[in-house]
């Protein structure tokens, strides 16, 4: 990150195209946006997702600014 701002991600495991999809799409987006939307999201009866994990590593990075 760069400031608030989201300048890479890369994810390890999961599903290459969503995940370099999801990548490229924050990619710029303040990381208060990426949260708002992609927040809570699940992944079929799993209480998480890949989406809702880069939330986690957001939160995770911003309460270490």
Do not use: W, Y
């Not at 890369?10 to 303040?30: E, P, S, T, Y």
């Not at 208060?32 to 957001?58: E, F, H, N, Y």
């Amino acid at each position: 990150m760069d400031g608030d701002v989201v300048k890479n991600v890369r994810f390890v495991g999961g599903c290459h195209g969503n995940l370099q999809g999801i990548a490229r799409l924050v990619k710029d987006m303040k990381a208060g946006d990426v949260i708002s939307r992609l927040d809570g999201i699940r992944c079929g009866m799993k209480p998480t997702s890949c989406p809702d994990q880069l939330c986690r590593a957001i939160e995770d990075v911003i309460s270490q600014q």
